[in-house]
C-alpha cells in the first residue's frame, strides 16, 4: 500500500496543525486529517486520547466549554470553520452531530425532525414539512415504525428509535456532514445492527465520521479509521489496513487488546 | 523483533500459547513421521511402517483439534492485526502439516511393496533427500514458533535444493529402469518417494510463507523466494 491511495481528492473537510486545549491542558497536538465526502471515517483510540474532543472540534462544539481553545486550521469545503466570518449555527446544520446518549427533544416526533428545518427557515409551508419529516424519518429507517404516531413524544420511543430520531433530525436540515459521538454505546445489539445498517445507507450522501470504542463497529461501517493515542493522531489508513495489518506499533498494541 | 506486549485478557494469551503448542507437536510429529518412514524404507522395517502408518491417526486429530480451537478463538475473541493473521495462518499450516504427515504415511505403505530394492542405488540419495526436507520442516515450524521471517524466506531459498534433488533422482530412476526392466516396479514406488519428498518441500514453502505474512502482513515477494514449483515438472518433460 502507498500512501497515494489515501490521499483525498477533495476533502469535504480538513484538519491541519490542529491543537486543542483545555485551559493550560493540551488534549490535542498537531492533528492533521482530511474527510472525504464518499467515506465513513471512523476515529478510534482509549479513553481520554482526544478523539472525541477532536470531533467536536468540527463543528465547533467545544465553543460552549469556557476553558477550550482551538489552534490551526479547520476547513469546510476550503472555508475556515474558525474564521470570525463563519456562523456557527449554519456551520452546525451543515456538519451535524449524533451524541452517545439518544437526546431527543422533549416534543412530539414530528416536532423533532421539524425543529431544525424550522428555525433555519428551510420549509415554506406545513406541506413542505411533512415531506422533509418524512424524508427524514424515511432515511433514517424509523419511518415505517412511528408514522401513526407522531405526535407521541420522542422521549417515549425506544433507545435504538430515539437514537434513529436524533439521526433523522440531524439530516433533516441536510447537513454535509455527520459527525457521531459513540452513537450505539447504549443500544443493544439489534439497535446497533439498524444504525451500522444506517450508516451504510447514508455514506456516500453526507460524509460521515465516527468515534467509537467498538472496534468491530469501526472496522464494520468505515473505509478509513484513524487511530488517537495521548492527543496525537499516531495513524490513519484504509480500515482494512488498519485491522488486519497496522504499521504502528502502538495501533497494533491497542486493536489487539494489549494496550495496557 | 520487537517486544511483544501481553493481552490484557490473559485468557486469550493462555488460547494462543495453547494453539502454538498444538501446531508445535503436530509439526514434530509430521518431522519424525517422514524420519521414520524413510528408516523402514532403507531398512526394509515393516514394523517401523506401521507405526508410521499408525501415528498419522494422531496428526489428523491434532489437526481438527488445531481448527476447533482456532474457530473457537476467532468467534469468542475477535482477534485482530497480527493475532488475526496467526488464526489464518494457523488453519493453513495445519492443513499443510497434515499433507505432510499423509505423505510419510504414503511412503510408508510402500514399504511392504518393495522387497528387492535393496540394491537400487538411489536410496541412499533418497536419504540425503529426505533429511534435507525434513531440515526444511522443522526451519519452518521454527520459524513459526520464533516468529522469524528472515529463517522463513531462508527456508524457501533452500527449497530449490530439494528440486534439484528430485530431478537428479528422476533421471536416474528412469536410467536404471531403461537398463533394468525387472526393477521397474521398484524404481517406480521410488519415483513416488522422490515424488512425495518433493511436494513435502513445498509444503515447507508454504508453511515459510505464511509465517513471512503472519511476522510482517505482507505476501513473500516472488524475488525472495528461491526458484519453485515449474523446474521439476520441466525434468519430467525432458525426459518424456
Known amino acids: ?260 | 523483533m520487537a517486544v511483544v506486549n501481553d493481552h490484557t485478557v490473559k485468557a486469550f494469551d493462555e488460547d494462543i500459547n495453547r494453539l502454538r503448542g498444538l501446531i508445535s507437536e503436530m509439526g514434530g510429529r509430521a518431522e519424525q513421521a517422514l524420519l521414520q518412514a524413510m528408516t523402514a524404507l532403507s531398512k526394509g522395517d515393516l514394523a517401523l511402517a506401521a507405526q508410521v502408518v499408525e501415528g498419522d491417526k494422531k496428526i489428523d486429530a491434532l489437526e481438527a483439534e488445531v481448527e476447533q480451537l482456532t474457530v473457537q478463538t476467532i468467534a469468542l475473541r475477535a482477534p485482530m492485526a497480527d493475532d488475526l493473521r496467526e488464526m489464518i495462518a494457523a488453519l493453513k499450516i495445519v492443513s499443510v502439516v497434515e499433507r505432510i504427515g499423509d505423505y510419510a504415511k504414503n511412503i510408508a505403505k510402500r514399504v511392504a511393496l518393495m522387497d528387492q530394492t535393496r540394491s537400487i542405488e538411489s536410496i541412499p540419495v533418497l536419504m540425503s533427500m529426505s533429511a534435507i526436507v525434513a531440515e526444511l520442516i522443522h526451519d519452518a515450524l521454527d520459524s513459526f514458533a520464533a516468529r522469524d521471517a528472515d529463517l522463513a524466506v531462508r527456508v524457501t531459498v533452500r527449497d530449490k535444493n530439494v528440486d534439484d534433488f528430485y530431478n537428479s533422482i528422476f533421471r536416474t530412476l528412469v536410467t536404471f529402469m531403461m537398463e533394468n526392466p525387472k526393477y521397474i516396479t521398484e524404481s517406480a514406488h521410488l519415483l513416488f518417494v522422490a515424488k512425495n519428498l518433493e511436494r513435502m518441500g513445498d509444503h515447507a514453502t508454504n508453511i515459510a510463507e505464511m509465517v513471512y505474512y503472519v511476522v510482517t502482513g505482507e505476501r513473500m515477494e516472488e524475488r525472495e523466494r528461491g526458484e519453485t514449483p515449474e523446474d521439476s515438472a520441466t525434468a519430467e518433460k525432458e525426459q518424456g
Not at chain 1, 486529517?33 to 479513553?47: C, K, N, Q, R, Y
Open chain 1, 1 to 260: 500500500m502507498t500512501n497515494d491511495d489515501l490521499i483525498i481528492a477533495d476533502p469535504k473537510m480538513r484538519a491541519e496543525g490542529v491543537n486543542v486545549f483545555y485551559g493550560d491542558k493540551q488534549a490535542i497536538k498537531d492533528v492533521s486529517i482530511d474527510v472525504g465526502t464518499d467515506l465513513v471515517t471512523a476515529f478510534i483510540g482509549p479513553s481520554g486520547c482526544g478523539k472525541s474532543t477532536f470531533l467536536r472540534s468540527l463543528n465547533r462544539m467545544n465553543d460552549t466549554v469556557a476553558s477550550a481553545r482551538v489552534t490551526g486550521r479547520i476547513e469546510l469545503d476550503g472555508e475556515d470553520i474558525y474564521a470570525p466570518s463563519m456562523d456557527v449555527v449554519q456551520l452546525r446544520a451543515r456538519v451535524g452531530m449524533v451524541f452517545q446518549k439518544p437526546n431527543p427533544f422533549p416534543k412530539s416526533i414530528y416536532d423533532n425532525v421539524a425543529y431544525g428545518s424550522r428555525i433555519h427557515g428551510l420549509a415554506a409551508n406545513k406541506a413542505d414539512l411533512d415531506v422533509i419529516v418524512e424524508r427524514a424519518l424515511t432515511r433514517a429507517g424509523l419511518w415505517d415504525e412511528v408514522k401513526d404516531r407522531l405526535g407521541e413524544s420522542g422521549t417515549a420511543l425506544s433507545g435504538g428509535q430515539q437514537q434513529r430520531l436524533c439521526i433523522a433530525r440531524a439530516i433533516a436540515v441536510d447537513p454535509e456532514v455527520i459527525l457521531m459521538d459513540e452513537p450505539c454505546s447504549a443500544l443493544d445489539p439489534i439497535a446497533t445492527a439498524k444504525i451500522e445498517e444506517l450508516i451504510h445507507e447514508l455514506r456516500g450522501k453526507y460524509a460521515i465520521v465516527i468515534v467509537t470504542h467498538n472496534m468491530q463497529q469501526a472496522a464494520r461501517v468505515s473505509q478509513r479509521t484513524a487511530f488517537f493515542h495521548l492527543g496525537t493522531l499516531v495513524e490513519y489508513g484504509k480500515t482494512t489496513d488498519i485491522f488486519t495489518n497496522p504499521k504502528q506499533e502502538r495501533t497494533k498494541d491497542y486493536i489487539t487488546g494489549r494496550y495496557g
